[in-house]
Structure formats: C-alpha cells, structure tokens
C-alpha cells in the first residue's frame, strides 16, 4: 500500500510502498478514503509524544470502507462505512466499563500508538468498541474532520463546559478546535468571541457565527477586552491552541465561577505554563481537561450536526493528495492554514 512514512524524528516525511496491514482478533482493516491533517500528528512527527514508536505512519482523523473485520467482531462487516474517534477504548478497563473510553487505561490511537491514517489502509483494534456508522448523506471528507477536532470541540464545550444557549464563549486559537467549537456554540446560540493573531482566521471565524473577534497582536489585554464586552467575563473559555499565553488569556476572560477548558495541546516550552491561581480561588473557576469523545457519544453530536444543518464541509480548507498531505504536516508548526486540510486521494 501507499503510505506516508518517516523513521526518525523531524526526518522528511516521505511516500512509501509499504506492507498491508494484517487484522487482529478484535479489530478491523479500513481502506481509507480521507484522512484529517491535525498538528497532533505534528506533534508525533516532531517527538512529542511518546507513543510515537519509530519508524512510523502518522495519521489518527480517518473515515472509509470496512474491508475485512477479525474473528471476534461482531458489529461490523465488510463495505461498512465508518469513522472512529481518534482515542480508542478498550471495551474492558475500569474506564471503559464506566462509559469513559476516550481516557481507556489500554488505549489504541491510530497515527501515535500504531500506525495511522495516512495510507491506503489501516488497521484499527477493538473494532465493536469504537467503529461509528456514517450516515449514507455524509461525504468521507466531512466524516474526517469530526474525527478529532471536532469531537474535541463538542465534547469539551458541551460535556465538560456544560455551555449554554446565551452564554458567552471565549475560543483562544482559530484553528480546527477552534472553528468547531465556533460552530457548536452557534449551533446551541451561546454568544461567541474569536481570538486569533490572524486577520484571515478571524474572518473564516466571523463566517462560521463568531459574533466578536480580536486580534491578539493588535489587543494587548485580551481578558480585560473580554471582560469589557461581556460585561464581567465568559461562562466557557477554551484554549484551543495551546500555549502558557492562551491559557493565562483563557482563564482570565472567565466570570465568576467561569470554566476554563483546556483542549490544546501544552508540549515544548508551554508544558507547565504559569497558572494564576489567585483568580481561581477567588472566583471559583474550574480548569478542565478534555480529551477526545467516546464513540457511544456520536449520536448525540450527529443529531446536532443534522437538526441544525452544521456546514462541516465548510470547515474544509484544502483537500490535497497524499504526496502534498505529507508536506503540508511537516509545515504545520508555522500554523499558516485556514480550515482543515484533507487528504481524499491515496492513488
């Protein structure tokens, strides 16, 4: 099969013939039809994370075809179509059997603890845990970007930040996270404030229902401008870009007893940012992790998406082959796109 392939850290990534892969017991072979590029599978390219075993596949926002399933599935069959969430359940652990998949004791993630979703086919494990059907009415393209930004974003602001209709949102970092859960506040009418340092991200922000946006390198205090609009602060505040000055921003818009959510990856230099524990005490706010989705959880999120006509297509920046995927990734750090890039052509 075809697949983008690197063997050391920060090395080119490259386009390779490489061996299919076999199916296990629980698991199932995918042939993928498109794949999300994320700056997580940046991150594993660059050494981040520690799941990334060498020489590897990057690659976890899949959607595609069933092509074969292992003795011990029973759900799912051949010419399926399905996505995944990028964090996979065992179906056994403590936090599995208690509905938490996306934090499993024994997780599998397609692109970091095996290899991914940037090749023709894909091995997934625990296949009846966390395979989702995709609706017949929903392109492959669409179905990867639910795959980890998206879900990220819904979970984060609906399950861990409980937002509400009216409520005013801060989202730090208009990237992927960031543009989904743009499109989840609005689509619940909770009132939304984009912040970015890029004039081109804040307009695709505005475009999607952002109904205040601020530019970080022009706004020198963006919680006190926060603050001022809201007339005290944010009820959720997400950082969806990572970084010790997102967070501190974030959790400074927050109002009393405000939540912060962080979603954003902390790695590199930003790994222990700087907390200002004073508010937190004195206006009870809540910091909050959020990591992913179960993939019990996706009929919820897909009856939103449909009963309120959310564009995800819209969300798409540029589909692009495998060969151009490769580039794009390793270029990500530069945070240059807009939208999410997708890879549809594997030939």
Known sequence: MKAAYFTSYQSPITVETLPEPTCSPNGAVIQVKATGICRSDWHGWMGHDSDVQLPHVPGHELAGIVLEVGKNVQ???????????????CGHCGQCVSGQQQICDNYFQPGFTAWGSFAEYVHIEYADVNLVRLPDSMSFEAAAVLGCRFITAYRGIIAQGKLQPGHWVAVHGCGGVGISAIMIAKAIGAQIIAIDIEEQKLAFAKSLGADVVFNASEIKEIPLAIREVTRG???????????QITCHNSILSLKKRGKHIQIGLMTGKDALPQIPMGPVISKELEIIGSHGMQ???YPAMLDLVFAKNIPLEQMIGERMNLEKGAVALMKMGSFSNTGVMVINNFS
């Open 233 to 243: 602060g944010v009820s959720v505040s997400v950082d969806a870009l990572g970084s």
């Open 295 to 297: 993939a019990h959880q």
């Open 75 to 89: 759900q799912w069959q051949k010419e399926d179509r399905v996505t995944l969430p990028f964090c996979c359940g």
